[in-house]
């Protein structure tokens, strides 16, 4: 199994390939990434962009380990970022904790809380859908209790983060490189994964979840799993990105914003593969910014470009060029095997 | 009793929606989330025949009517792909390319009429309902969801077209392999979604307005209430609708506006937790067996091998 | 009455029929043996509609079968019932009974002619199908198919998961439906002493391609059939 092979498919790479090796594709998409801002020229706005970006692209690896992984339907990647940056922000903001403690504490709320909701789909054996909806519910709840509880977030308006002001998160270049860098550890996180044993339980599981338990996986222990560590990237991501950026407002993590945004990307990308959320991120954002000159009609013309995409690569387009590089280099390796996973 | 009644109104409504979005994901899996915006784009193309001064009938006509245009033409043309795949790959492949519809429906609303809404307003003084005032166009609007929702049950239920229906929800191949086109049958359960989709629009002009940005509100509410009622079953949707009406208002009368949308949401999730296989259970069956049972459904013929089907064999025993 | 020509069939890249050639006479009982995963279930799939050979012909009554929808190859008269049985698990019996004419009403003859052949279906008129026994929910399917008129009946394994005294009582059935209505049947079985005891001919099948046809005495004497399936000689 060539490099490229396991980077696509997200099979573990056997260990004789490597340290270096299994890691190349993730030092790659961080060093490519790295370089935005010495070519944004001094444009606060690109740089701006690029951090949005690289926060959507660390979304879409939290939701990818979790669905891609496991099969959880987790629509809430939006509410667990916001629960840890509000808890972050409120308890820096109006009791004056040290982020070091705060930040931390609003993780470990997001973690509880997205465990928490797979461990009830786990023991009520709920189906995809019914696990995306029970998920889409509380990630409305948490809106609503956003935009309700004004005294405390202020409401529709937002709230200025005070905690983080003065620190060198808020230089836009070293706040992109700190988002960067828990963009790096999510990746390579996902690709240690994939190169465990936690890895095959993942594909077991998705495969089918009785005969992996069949096969001695403690089935409901790994999926809960799966959602903590989803969840606990979804809100470091968003608690970072809240103290970046300065302000935060129930939009900035509203279903619309983050999951569908999230869920157009990992599946254009390719749901399951390493790369795909940062493929599939890369092109939702160029796509924003592309169409913007389009006022009003760019939703329209956004859903057409969706639609298109999504009918021509249902698979998402790293399997699709990894496919197509497989078949033009299986004739030359002499063998007609095809890459297995990446659904 | 306000309470009730304001709660039906807006239930019958909702049963409505949830109606329409659980028979279509029955039949095919399909879980369309461009539901709302169908809804609003039915409405908003109805107030332009108001706006023009044509008479009201013929603006509800054209409501219903370019609902159920609408149900057809996506059907036909970008959902075609979906239904050449089975299983979890045609679920998720719908929520997709559905959202994508969902996305062009809302854009070109948004910037051709930005300001368009759709209400039917009903002249005449309020009406006395078991001594609560109610307003004329409450009562037609909760009348009307009544009427769609009898005349839904009773073509499924008594029509050889509905019993063809609830056979290929439970079974597509049994169902062919009785000589019953899996395919005709859709058309139908499509253009009867389209037609509760002008009917809720219809509906909610009257109790209301339809505005240009409720498509979102109005799909997730929709999959909320089908969810709640047990994918797929429409008798579940409908309770589940006229449920989640009455906890509504009633949350509005106790807890106030601004909380009541977390009472409701967390109604239907604790509803979802409890009873996955629907608001109306499943007389004795186990839920287990239910939620595997679309996902076998659909999981299609071209997956099957001699060995597939053997050991599929094996899950009647017993 | 049916003709299968040249039939092959697969998954995907995996090819599963390689090339079969079949013929039912009008009248006739043929058996399709072979162990799990020699294509079976895939043949009797394509001449029902249901799934789409990469290549052959297949004809019912002289015509071709490639353009129908299995919905109308099952009212043309040609009738399916799979080794899952694919019964309607919320309807009741009588429900499930009355769908198998769609879109025709079922005549009360034809009930009454379903109940004479299973007795115990009557015991269980009003129950749900999903509630019912392998061997009851396997009636049940039968008779669907019954209901239909069919000219031809197909059955995939119709013993599969069945307890010996059900599957005996199931065959007995079969046998008597056989010679009060001289129905013709082509069915795949894995049992071979019910199955050859009740066929003129039986076709064997391995990995796809035909192994062995004979008559039904032949295949039992034939010493390979034996070791292969009686797994004796």
């Not at chain 1, 056997?14 to 998409?29: D, I, Q």
């Not at chain 2, 047990?230 to 609708?241: E, T």
């Given at each position: 199994m060539?490099?490229?092979?396991s980077?696509?498919?997200g099979?573990p790479?056997?260990?004789?390939?490597?340290?270096?090796?299994?890691?190349?594709?993730?030092?790659?998409?961080?060093l490519?990434?790295?370089?935005?801002?010495p070519?944004?020229?001094?444009?606060?706005?690109?740089?701006?962009?690029?951090?949005l970006?690289?926060?959507?692209?660390?979304?879409?690896?939290?939701f990818?380990?979790?669905?891609?992984?496991?099969?959880?339907?987790l629509?809430?990647?939006?509410?667990?970022?916001?629960?840890?940056a509000?808890?972050?922000?409120?308890?820096?903001?109006e009791?004056?904790?040290?982020?070091?403690?705060t930040?931390?504490l609003?993780?470990?709320?997001?973690?509880?809380?997205?465990?928490?909701?797979?461990?009830?789909?786990?023991?009520?054996?709920l189906?995809?859908?019914?696990?995306?909806v029970?998920?889409l519910?509380a990630s409305?709840?948490?809106?609503?209790?956003?935009l309700?509880?004004?005294e405390?977030?202020?409401?529709?308006?937002?709230?200025?983060v005070?905690?983080?002001s003065?620190?060198?998160?808020?230089?836009?270049?070293?706040?992109y490189?700190?988002?960067?860098a828990?963009?790096?550890?999510?990746l390579?996180?996902?690709?240690?994964?994939?190169?465990?044993?936690?890895?095959?339980?993942f594909?077991?599981?998705?495969?089918?979840?009785?005969?992996?338990?069949?096969?001695g996986?403690?089935?409901?222990?790994?999926k809960?799993?799966?959602?903590?560590?989803a969840?606990?990237?979804?809100?470091?991501a968003?608690?970072?990105?809240?103290?970046v950026?300065?302000?935060?407002s129930?939009?900035?993590?509203?279903?619309?914003?983050?999951?569908?945004r999230v869920i157009?990307?990992?599946?254009?990308?390719?749901?399951?593969?390493?790369?795909?959320?940062?493929?599939g991120g890369?092109?939702v954002?160029?796509?924003?910014e592309v169409?913007?000159?389009?006022?009003?009609l760019r939703?329209a013309?956004?859903?057409?470009?969706?639609l298109?995409?999504?009918?021509?690569?249902p698979?998402?387009?790293?399997p699709?060029?990894?496919?197509?590089?497989?078949?033009?280099?299986?004739r030359?390796?002499g063998?007609?095997?095809?890459?297995?996973?990446?659904? | 009793?306000?309470i009730?009644?304001?709660g039906?109104?807006?239930g019958?409504?909702?049963?409505?929606?949830?109606?329409?979005?659980?028979l279509?994901f029955?039949?095919?899996?399909?879980?369309?989330l461009?539901?709302?915006?169908?809804v609003v784009?039915?409405?908003i193309?109805?107030?332009l025949?108001?706006?023009?001064?044509?008479?009201?009938l013929?603006?509800?006509?054209?409501?219903?009517?370019?609902?159920?245009?609408?149900?057809?033409?996506?059907?036909?043309?970008v959902?075609?792909?979906?239904y050449?795949r089975?299983?979890?790959?045609r679920?998720v492949?719908?929520?997709?390319v559905?959202?994508?519809?969902?996305f062009?429906?809302?854009?070109?609303?948004v910037?051709?009429?930005?300001?368009?809404?759709?209400?039917?307003a009903?002249?005449?003084?309020p009406?006395?309902?078991?001594?609560?005032?109610?307003?004329?166009?409450?009562l037609?609007?909760a009348?009307?969801?009544?009427?769609?929702l009898?005349?839904?049950?009773?073509?499924?239920?008594?029509?050889?077209?509905?019993?063809?229906?609830?056979?290929?929800?439970q079974?597509?191949?049994?169902?062919?392999l009785?000589?019953i086109e899996?395919a005709?049958?859709r058309?139908?359960?499509v253009?009867?979604?389209?037609?509760?989709?002008?009917?809720?629009?219809?509906?909610?002009?009257?109790?209301?307005?339809?505005?240009?940005?409720?498509?979102?509100d109005?799909?997730?509410?929709?999959?909320?209430?089908?969810v709640?009622?047990?994918?797929?079953?429409?008798a579940?949707?409908?309770?589940?609708?006229?449920?989640?009406?009455?906890?509504?208002?009633?949350a509005?009368?106790?807890?106030?506006?601004?909380?009541?949308w977390?009472?409701?949401?967390?109604?239907?999730?604790?509803?979802i937790?409890?009873?996955?296989e629907?608001?109306l259970?499943?007389?004795?069956?186990?839920?287990r067996?239910?939620t595997?049972?679309?996902?076998?459904?659909?999981?299609?013929?071209?997956?099957?091998?001699?060995?597939?089907?053997?050991d599929?064999?094996?899950?009647g025993?017993? | 009455?049916l003709?299968?020509?040249d039939?092959?069939a697969?998954?995907?890249e995996?090819a599963?029929l390689?090339?079969v050639?079949?013929s039912?006479?009008?009248g006739?009982?043929?058996?399709?043996i072979?162990a799990?995963?020699?294509g079976?279930?895939t043949?009797?799939r394509?001449?029902?509609?249901?799934?789409?050979?990469?290549?052959g012909a297949?004809t019912?009554?002289?015509?071709?079968?490639?353009?129908?929808?299995?919905?109308?190859?099952?009212?043309a008269?040609?009738?399916l019932?799979?080794s899952?049985?694919?019964?309607f698990?919320?309807?009741?019996?009588?429900?499930?009974?009355?769908?198998g004419?769609?879109?025709r009403r079922?005549a009360?003859?034809?009930?009454?002619?379903?109940?004479?052949?299973?007795?115990?279906?009557a015991?269980?008129?009003?129950?749900?199908?999903?509630?019912?026994s392998?061997?009851?929910?396997?009636?049940?399917?039968?008779?669907?198919?019954?209901?239909?008129?069919?000219r031809?009946?197909?059955?995939d394994?119709?013993?599969?998961?069945l307890?010996?005294?059900l599957?005996?009582?199931l065959?007995?059935?079969?046998?008597?439906?056989?010679?009060?209505t001289?129905?013709?049947?082509?069915?795949?079985?894995?049992?071979?002493?019910?199955?050859l005891?009740?066929?003129?001919?039986?076709?064997?099948?391995e990995?796809?391609?035909?192994?062995?046809?004979?008559?039904?005495?032949?295949?039992?004497d034939?010493p390979?059939?034996?070791?292969?399936?009686?797994?004796v000689?």
């Amino acid at each position: 199994m060539s490099l490229l092979d396991s980077a696509v498919t997200g099979a573990p790479l056997e260990r004789r390939e490597g340290l270096l090796r299994g890691y190349l594709p993730v030092v790659l998409a961080v060093l490519v990434l790295g370089l935005v801002p010495p070519l944004a020229g001094g444009s606060r706005y690109l740089v701006s962009v690029a951090t949005l970006l690289v926060v959507l692209v660390t979304y879409g690896v939290a939701f990818n380990v979790v669905f891609g992984g496991t099969g959880q339907l987790l629509l809430c990647i939006g509410a667990l970022a916001a629960v840890a940056a509000y808890t972050s922000a409120l308890l820096s903001g109006e009791l004056g904790w040290p982020l070091a403690i705060t930040l931390p504490l609003g993780v470990a709320l997001a973690t509880t809380g997205g465990a928490a909701l797979s461990w009830l789909a786990v023991r009520r054996r709920l189906d995809t859908i019914f696990v995306g909806v029970v998920t889409l519910t509380a990630s409305l709840v948490v809106h609503n209790l956003l935009l309700g509880r004004r005294e405390l977030t202020g409401g529709e308006t937002g709230l200025v983060v005070q905690a983080g002001s003065g620190t060198a998160l808020r230089d836009p270049v070293l706040g992109y490189y700190a988002v960067l860098a828990l963009l790096a550890v999510g990746l390579a996180g996902h690709r240690a994964i994939q190169r465990s044993a936690l890895g095959w339980a993942f594909r077991a599981i998705r495969d089918d979840a009785e005969a992996a338990a069949l096969a001695g996986i403690d089935v409901a222990r790994t999926k809960v799993l799966a959602a903590a560590v989803a969840s606990a990237l979804a809100g470091a991501a968003g608690s970072l990105y809240a103290h970046v950026e300065g302000f935060v407002s129930p939009t900035t993590f509203a279903f619309a914003t983050v999951d569908v945004r999230v869920i157009v990307a990992v599946a254009f990308g390719g749901l399951g593969t390493l790369l795909g959320p940062v493929v599939g991120g890369v092109v939702v954002t160029l796509l924003d910014e592309v169409l913007r000159p389009l006022g009003q009609l760019r939703l329209a013309v956004y859903g057409a470009v969706l639609l298109v995409l999504f009918l021509a690569v249902p698979r998402g387009a790293v399997p699709a060029v990894g496919w197509s590089w497989h078949r033009a280099t299986a004739r030359w390796r002499g063998r007609g095997t095809s890459p297995a996973g990446g659904r | 009793m306000a309470i009730v009644l304001d709660g039906s109104v807006l239930g019958l409504q909702l049963a409505v929606l949830g109606v329409g979005i659980s028979l279509v994901f029955g039949l095919s899996g399909v879980l369309d989330l461009a539901y709302g915006a169908k809804v609003v784009a039915a409405a908003i193309v109805g107030s332009l025949v108001l706006a023009g001064g044509g008479p009201v009938l013929l603006g509800v006509a054209v409501t219903v009517g370019l609902a159920v245009v609408l149900s057809l033409g996506i059907d036909r043309t970008v959902l075609a792909p979906v239904y050449r795949r089975h299983g979890e790959a045609r679920v998720v492949l719908s929520l997709l390319v559905t959202l994508a519809v969902a996305f062009v429906i809302d854009g070109v609303l948004v910037s051709r009429w930005p300001h368009a809404a759709f209400s039917l307003a009903v002249a005449g003084p309020p009406v006395d309902v078991l001594g609560v005032r109610m307003r004329g166009g409450s009562l037609l609007a909760a009348g009307l969801g009544l009427v769609a929702l009898a005349a839904t049950f009773l073509l499924l239920h008594t029509t050889r077209a509905g019993r063809a229906i609830r056979c290929v929800i439970q079974d597509e191949e049994g169902a062919q392999l009785c000589g019953i086109e899996p395919a005709r049958v859709r058309t139908v359960v499509v253009v009867l979604s389209g037609a509760l989709a002008g009917v809720v629009a219809v509906a909610q002009g009257l109790a209301s307005s339809v505005a240009v940005a409720d498509g979102f509100d109005l799909t997730i509410l929709a999959v909320v209430v089908a969810v709640v009622g047990g994918l797929g079953r429409v008798a579940g949707a409908a309770v589940a609708g006229v449920v989640l009406g009455l906890v509504h208002a009633l949350a509005t009368a106790t807890v106030g506006a601004s909380a009541t949308w977390v009472v409701l949401l967390l109604a239907a999730a604790v509803t979802i937790v409890l009873r996955p296989e629907g608001i109306l259970g499943l007389g004795g069956r186990a839920p287990r067996r239910h939620t595997a049972r679309w996902s076998r459904r659909i999981a299609g013929p071209d997956r099957t091998t001699d060995d597939d089907a053997a050991d599929r064999a094996g899950e009647g025993r017993g | 009455m049916l003709e299968v020509r040249d039939l092959h069939a697969g998954y995907g890249e995996l090819a599963v029929l390689h090339g079969v050639d079949l013929s039912v006479g009008v009248g006739e009982v043929v058996a399709l043996i072979g162990a799990n995963g020699a294509g079976k279930t895939t043949l009797l799939r394509c001449v029902a509609g249901l799934h789409r050979p990469s290549a052959g012909a297949l004809t019912f009554d002289g015509a071709p079968l490639a353009a129908r929808s299995a919905a109308a190859i099952a009212r043309a008269g040609l009738r399916l019932v799979p080794s899952d049985r694919r019964l309607f698990p919320q309807l009741t019996v009588r429900e499930n009974l009355l769908l198998g004419a769609h879109p025709r009403r079922v005549a009360s003859a034809d009930l009454r002619r379903v109940t004479a052949l299973f007795p115990r279906l009557a015991e269980r008129w009003g129950q749900r199908a999903g509630t019912l026994s392998g061997g009851e929910q396997q009636m049940v399917a039968v008779g669907r198919a019954l209901v239909g008129r069919p000219r031809l009946l197909v059955l995939d394994e119709p013993t599969t998961g069945l307890a010996p005294p059900l599957a005996a009582e199931l065959y007995a059935a079969l046998a008597s439906l056989r010679t009060e209505t001289g129905i013709t049947v082509l069915v795949a079985e894995q049992q071979l002493p019910r199955v050859l005891a009740m066929a003129e001919r039986g076709i064997v099948l391995e990995r796809g391609r035909v192994r062995h046809r004979g008559s039904s005495t032949e295949l039992a004497d034939d010493p390979a059939v034996r070791r292969a399936y009686l797994g004796v000689g």
